[in-house]
């Protein structure tokens, strides 16, 4: 196993099941223990962009961004980016895994057959404060015996009161959606999120790979890189990958592990990629500028990478209570962490969004004149509203006055298409991203059209009095300044896919084939999003574990 991330864990978890098996982690990364921001959910926002535990990419400029660069945050450690993220659980739409089965004509990847390992995954428990949760999540869609613990927000304010009554005051415009985890995500609900009852965060390091350490048959070595899949052997064209090398430092030595059956890559949609040009597997054009011998000729290796932009948006409110209350006393948060150290509860339990909405252009946009519908379906966003009660943003620092309101906005189905690339044939140089941000028309025009809908959305009724005014760019009523505005303030929501996509057997594009192995290749699998042949309509990390949960019978039963 290459990776001890939000996939590889469950894989080497559910592989120790079975005694027989014998599963050896390697993980670039350091443990997760002891790091009090990665079980503390209200501090997950303090582990990246660049941190000790993040790989700390930087992107190259971004045409849409104005030829901005801008930090590129992965998980270094233990549960990979499960450990660093912002803890949002959603699955994603009924269509978006109709898609996935259509494209690689597998039916296994159907909504209908991975619920199964949706649920498998989860376990629903009480918020943090207890309180009832009625008519805020539907309990039959959610499973009850999984190892991850999923849980609503359990620090609830007068803000959420405002956002909830929105749904009821726009109704046509914003409905209410009881649960976005059935399949069917259009209009705005309550969050859920991976924290659990005690209001720690649950990764897959806590969740999965932790409670499987006390097997035999399963090891975990951590701060160790993998620098190259090794082919142990060649036959008619086809290579099979039986070892991997691996060092602790640019310079030290290289050293040398056996697989009796198969390599598991979990690097993640940027790793992935990077280990498998710098072992001579991908666009052959690309890796002899670099000397690298190319073993298998996949020209997709690499491509098609999908990222969702993120927008945060700003509004200077007439309130005392948002999070710049916290920012600005360091008493107070000491009194809240303290809170939560003695109880698991208060506002440090909860990760800070408490609602969330997807919706979709209209179906008469003029946009659909010049740009096919990048959506999966009709149940799948085109665009996510996020809003937080107080300032967050990753370009600007929170102003030292004043009190505020976010709402994000996420173009959630982008047509734009990156890549990732070698910059040198050094494992321990970091890799040229370029995840195209805003790079389509369609893209700017959706981030125009969700900036506008977050402007209506916070004119309700339930706003009166509370809404002060929007800052900067934001007050212009002109859609090319909306734009130029997206341009200067866009980054990222962390949600690399698709760098390895997987397709049918039949089809020669792509990288894997529907069971995840390399196309062309023996005993290499790549289980993580790499694979997602489009970008889910959601935040991804629920879709991740329910793809390795899946990838996970697979290995077992092709073994059996």
Known sequence: MISAGTAGSVIAARLSENPAFSVLVIEAGPSNQNILAAEVPFLGSTLSPNSAVTWNYTTAPQIGLNNRTIPYPRGYVLGGSSTINFEVWTRGSIDDYNRFANVTCDSGWSWDEMVHYMKKSEHLVPSTDNRSVFGEVDPSVHGKKGPVQVSLGGFVSGVDRRVIDTTRELDCEFPYNVDMNSGYTLGLGWTQNSVSSKGFRSSSATAYLAPAMERDNLDVLIQTRVTKLVAVSQENGVPTFGQVEVAQTATGPRLLFNATKEVVLSGGSINTPQLLQLSGVGDSALLAPLNITTILNLGDVGKNLSDHPFLANHWLVNSTSTLEKVARNATLAADLLAQWNATGTGLFSDPGANQIGWKRLPSNSSIFQQYPDPSAGPTSAHYELLPVNGFVSFVESTPATGFFSTIVTNVASPLSRGSVTLASSDPFDNPIIDPALLGSPFDIYVMVEAIKSAKRFVEAPAWKGYIIQALGALN?????????????????????????????????????????????????RIVDASVLPYIPAAHTQACVYALAERAADLIKAAWS
């Open 476 to 524: 212009s009523t002109i859609d090319e300044d909306l734009a130029e505005y997206a341009r200067n303030s866009t980054t990222t929501v962390f949600h690399p896919v698709g760098t390895a996509r997987m397709t049918s057997y039949s089809n020669q594009d792509g990288v894997v084939n529907p069971d995840l192995l390399v196309k062309g290749a023996s005993g290499l």
